[in-house]
C-alpha cells in the first residue's frame, strides 16, 4: 500500500541526520533528486485511481514539504559550518558568557526569612537528626502507647526497626534541646520531616518545619501569643489579622491552632482560604509539665510554650502556589521565577 510506504518513508526522513556536507548530499541523493524516491513516489501516484489519489496526494505533498524543509534547514546548517571555518578566529576583546548563577528554593528564602524574624527576639538555632528513637519523636511527647501517629501508615521505621525511625516533626528536636541544656531556653528548629502519605498536591512524603519553644521561669500563654503576633506580623504584613483556636496536641495543655486572615482576599472568602477567610498556619500551646519533667526538668519551676509550622504551607500561602509537589520537582521553569527574590 502506498500509504504504508509514505509513512516509512517518513520515519526515515525523520531519522536521516544531516550534520556535514557529506551527509546533506546523501540525503539530498536519497530524497530530493530527480532519482529520489520520492520522484519515484509522485511517478507510481499518476497511475492512481481517482479515489486513491484524493487519499494519497495530500500526504505525499505533505511528505514532499517535510523533505524540503529538512534540506532546507540542514543546508543552512552546513553553510553555517562552513563560515564558521573560515571565519574562526578568536577574538579576545569579546566579553565572556557569564557563568549560569544558581537562585535559592523558594522553600530555603521563606525559610531563612522564619528564621531572622525569630533570631530577631532571642530565638537561637537548634539542630537535630533526622533520624530519631521513638522517645524523642514520641514518647517524651506524650504520644501514648497506641496513638494513631505510632502507627506504621504515618511513620517510616528504619529497617523494621521500631526505635529508629524519620521523625515526623521538628518537635523531636525539643527533646533533644531540653535534654542538653538548661532553661533558659529559647531555640526554633528547622528541617526536613517525613511521613508515609500518599503524594499528591496537598501532602507528601516528606515537607519542612520550623519548631520553636521557649522555657523558663514565668512564662505563660500570653507571652506565647505575643511572640506569634511577632511573628505574624512580621512575616505576612501588619494588617494581617490572627486568632487562636483551642486544638488538642498530646505535648501541650492548653493548645492552639493559629489561624491568620486570608493574604489574598483579605477575609473576604476565595478558592485559597475555601471560602472561610482564615486559613491555618500553625499549632502551638504550653508545653505540658510532664514533657518538661521527661526531660529531667523542674516542672515546678519552669514553664514553657512551644510553636510548630510546615514551611511548604507558608511558601504556598506567600507565592500563591497551589501544588506541593512543584518544590520537590526540580523543574528550572519554576525555580527560575525565584531568581530575583533573596529575599521574601
Ligand atoms: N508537631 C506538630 C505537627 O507536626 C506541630 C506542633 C504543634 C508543634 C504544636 C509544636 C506545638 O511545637 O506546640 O503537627
Given at each position: 500500500?502506498m500509504i504504508?510506504?509514505?509513512a516509512?518513508?517518513?520515519?526515515?526522513i525523520?531519522?536521516a541526520?544531516?550534520c556535514?556536507e557529506?551527509?546533506?548530499?546523501?540525503?539530498?541523493?536519497?530524497?530530493?533528486?530527480k532519482?529520489?524516491v520520492?520522484?519515484a513516489l509522485?511517478?507510481?501516484?499518476?497511475?492512481?485511481?481517482i479515489?486513491?489519489?484524493r487519499?494519497?496526494?495530500p500526504?505525499l505533498q505533505?511528505?514532499k514539504?517535510?523533505?524540503e524543509?529538512?534540506?532546507?534547514?540542514?543546508?543552512?546548517l552546513?553553510e553555517?559550518q562552513?563560515?564558521s571555518?573560515?571565519?574562526q578566529?578568536m577574538?579576545?576583546t569579546?566579553p565572556?558568557?557569564g557563568?549560569?548563577v544558581g537562585?535559592?528554593?523558594?522553600l530555603?528564602i521563606?525559610q531563612?526569612?522564619?528564621?531572622s524574624?525569630?533570631e530577631?527576639?532571642?530565638?537561637?538555632?537548634?539542630?537535630?537528626?533526622e533520624?530519631v528513637g521513638?522517645?524523642?519523636?514520641f514518647g517524651?511527647?506524650?504520644?501514648?502507647?497506641n496513638?494513631?501517629a505510632r502507627?506504621?501508615?504515618?511513620?517510616?521505621f528504619?529497617?523494621?526497626?521500631p526505635d529508629?525511625l524519620?521523625?515526623t516533626?521538628?518537635t523531636?528536636?525539643?527533646?533533644s534541646?531540653c535534654?542538653?541544656?538548661?532553661p533558659?531556653?529559647?531555640?526554633i528548629?528547622?528541617?526536613r520531616?517525613?511521613?508515609?502519605?500518599a503524594?499528591s498536591a496537598r501532602?507528601?512524603?516528606?515537607f519542612h518545619q520550623v519548631?520553636?519553644?521557649?522555657?523558663?521561669?514565668?512564662?505563660?500563654?500570653?507571652d506565647?501569643k505575643?511572640?506569634?503576633?511577632?511573628f505574624?506580623?512580621a512575616?505576612f504584613?501588619?494588617?494581617?489579622?490572627?486568632?487562636?483556636?483551642?486544638s488538642?496536641?498530646?505535648f501541650t495543655?492548653?493548645?492552639?491552632?493559629v489561624?491568620?486572615?486570608?493574604k489574598?482576599?483579605?477575609?473576604?472568602g476565595?478558592h485559597?482560604?475555601?471560602y472561610?477567610g482564615w486559613?491555618?498556619?500553625?499549632g502551638a500551646g504550653m508545653?505540658?509539665?510532664?514533657?518538661?519533667?521527661?526531660?529531667k526538668?523542674?516542672a515546678?519551676?519552669?514553664?514553657g510554650?512551644?510553636?510548630g509550622?510546615?514551611i511548604?504551607?507558608i511558601?504556598?500561602?506567600?507565592?500563591e502556589?497551589d501544588d506541593?509537589r512543584?518544590?520537590?520537582k526540580n523543574?528550572l521553569a519554576f525555580l527560575?521565577?525565584f531568581?530575583?527574590?533573596m529575599?521574601?
Amino acid at each position: 500500500m502506498m500509504i504504508d510506504t509514505i509513512a516509512a518513508l517518513r520515519q526515515k526522513i525523520e531519522n536521516a541526520a544531516i550534520c556535514d556536507e557529506e551527509t546533506l548530499e546523501t540525503f539530498r541523493r536519497d530524497f530530493i533528486s530527480k532519482k529520489g524516491v520520492i520522484t519515484a513516489l509522485f511517478e507510481s501516484f499518476k497511475s492512481l485511481p481517482i479515489e486513491g489519489k484524493r487519499v494519497i496526494g495530500p500526504a505525499l505533498q505533505h511528505l514532499k514539504s517535510e523533505v524540503e524543509k529538512k534540506f532546507k534547514n540542514g543546508a543552512k546548517l552546513v553553510e553555517a559550518q562552513a563560515l564558521s571555518r573560515t571565519t574562526q578566529k578568536m577574538d579576545v576583546t569579546l566579553p565572556s558568557f557569564g557563568p549560569e548563577v544558581g537562585s535559592l528554593h523558594p522553600l530555603r528564602i521563606v525559610q531563612d526569612k522564619i528564621i531572622s524574624i525569630f533570631e530577631r527576639i532571642g530565638f537561637n538555632l537548634a539542630e537535630g537528626p533526622e533520624i530519631v528513637g521513638d522517645w524523642h519523636n514520641f514518647g517524651a511527647l506524650n504520644f501514648a502507647e497506641n496513638h494513631p501517629a505510632r502507627e506504621m501508615q504515618d511513620t517510616f521505621f528504619i529497617q523494621r526497626n521500631p526505635d529508629k525511625l524519620l521523625r515526623t516533626h521538628t518537635t523531636s528536636v525539643q527533646i533533644s534541646t531540653c535534654e542538653s541544656q538548661k532553661p533558659p531556653i529559647r531555640a526554633i528548629a528547622v528541617g526536613r520531616v517525613f511521613r508515609n502519605e500518599a503524594i499528591s498536591a496537598r501532602s507528601h512524603c516528606f515537607f519542612h518545619q520550623v519548631d520553636g519553644m521557649y522555657i523558663n521561669t514565668g512564662v505563660t500563654f500570653s507571652d506565647l501569643k505575643e511572640t506569634i503576633y511577632y511573628f505574624v506580623q512580621a512575616m505576612f504584613g501588619k494588617e494581617t489579622k490572627l486568632r487562636f483556636r483551642a486544638s488538642y496536641f498530646p505535648f501541650t495543655e492548653p493548645s492552639a491552632e493559629v489561624d491568620i486572615s486570608c493574604k489574598l482576599c483579605r477575609g473576604k472568602g476565595c478558592h485559597v482560604c475555601k471560602y472561610a477567610g482564615w486559613v491555618e498556619i500553625l499549632g502551638a500551646g504550653m508545653i505540658d509539665p510532664s514533657v518538661l519533667m521527661n526531660c529531667k526538668m523542674d516542672a515546678e519551676k519552669y514553664s514553657g510554650f512551644a510553636f510548630g509550622m510546615g514551611i511548604e504551607r507558608i511558601a504556598m500561602l506567600h507565592y500563591e502556589i497551589d501544588d506541593l509537589r512543584l518544590f520537590s520537582k526540580n523543574h528550572l521553569a519554576f525555580l527560575r521565577q525565584f531568581t530575583a527574590c533573596m529575599s521574601v
